[in-house]
């Protein structure tokens, strides 16, 4: 096509795909879902407007893409409790604390401030972002709890949302009202420290996980 620019004859199938969700979701997040254009995302993206719709036939569609490439990259980033230790209470500790240091990361903060704004107008959005960010995180530390404490799911599920819920909402509320400063740059895991306060998330599980 005569009007495609050269950078993106170069691209082809999942990767111009994926080139194009990665530019949407900086335009989105630097202008709004309402002031965000399909031609903005195609100029950024170098690409035309035409190749845009072939991949992504709205506006909303692209949006609720971009939110599974968020959901990709977050839990990509968290991992599972395992990971993070072998002693079960540290193991916990830490991943908690990576909950919470990547949800006051200030891309993780823009994007949940433009999910509540757009929760009104496209409901399917929130739904979207609360599964993948916050469902999924429980579902991690839920099943962590289960096999190592020897819980029902009922049991673990429970534990897993009061443990969050406590180390990980009264932080993040205060940061989304701009009472407390976002984490500038991506937070690296060997930072973990430096981010969060460790030393109390450790306090709160040994006095909350069984025994």
């Given at each position: 096509?005569?009007?495609?620019?050269?950078?993106?004859?170069?691209?082809?199938?999942?990767?111009?795909?994926?080139?194009?969700?990665?530019?949407?979701?900086?335009?989105?997040?630097?202008?709004?879902?309402?002031?965000?254009?399909?031609?903005?995302?195609?100029?950024?993206?170098?690409?035309?407007?035409?190749?845009?719709?072939?991949?992504?036939?709205?506006?909303?569609?692209?949006?609720?893409?971009?939110?599974?490439?968020?959901?990709?990259?977050?839990?990509?980033?968290?991992?599972?409790?395992?990971?993070?230790?072998?002693?079960?209470?540290?193991?916990?500790?830490?991943?908690?604390?990576?909950?919470?240091?990547?949800?006051?990361?200030?891309?993780?903060?823009?994007?949940?401030?433009?999910?509540?704004?757009?929760?009104?107008?496209?409901?399917?959005?929130?739904?979207?972002?609360?599964?993948?960010?916050?469902?999924?995180?429980?579902?991690?530390?839920?099943?962590?709890?289960?096999?190592?404490?020897?819980?029902?799911?009922?049991?673990?599920?429970?534990?897993?949302?009061?443990?969050?819920?406590?180390?990980?909402?009264?932080?993040?509320?205060?940061?989304?009202?701009?009472?407390e400063e976002v984490i500038k740059d991506m937070p690296e895991e060997s930072a973990l420290a430096e981010d969060v306060?460790?030393?109390?998330?450790?306090?709160?599980?040994?006095?909350?996980?069984?025994?």
């Amino acid at each position: 096509m005569k009007d495609e620019p050269q950078r993106s004859r170069q691209r082809r199938g999942e990767e111009l795909r994926r080139h194009i969700l990665f530019t949407a979701k900086d335009v989105f997040l630097e202008t709004g879902y309402e002031r965000a254009s399909m031609d903005t995302v195609a100029t950024r993206a170098e690409t035309s407007k035409r190749t845009l719709y072939a991949h992504f036939e709205s506006k909303d569609k692209l949006f609720l893409a971009v939110l599974d490439l968020v959901r990709e990259l977050y839990l990509h980033r968290l991992g599972t409790p395992g990971a993070y230790a072998e002693d079960p209470p540290e193991a916990v500790t830490r991943f908690c604390g990576r909950f919470l240091q990547l949800m006051v990361w200030e891309a993780q903060v823009r994007t949940c401030r433009l999910i509540i704004a757009e929760a009104e107008r496209l409901p399917g959005s929130s739904s979207t972002y609360f599964d993948a960010i916050f469902a999924s995180t429980y579902e991690r530390l839920s099943a962590y709890l289960a096999e190592r404490y020897a819980m029902d799911n009922a049991d673990s599920a429970a534990l897993a949302e009061d443990l969050l819920a406590r180390t990980v909402l009264p932080r993040l509320f205060r940061t989304l009202l701009n009472v407390e400063e976002v984490i500038k740059d991506m937070p690296e895991e060997s930072a973990l420290a430096e981010d969060v306060d460790l030393d109390a998330i450790r306090r709160l599980v040994a006095a909350t996980l069984p025994g």
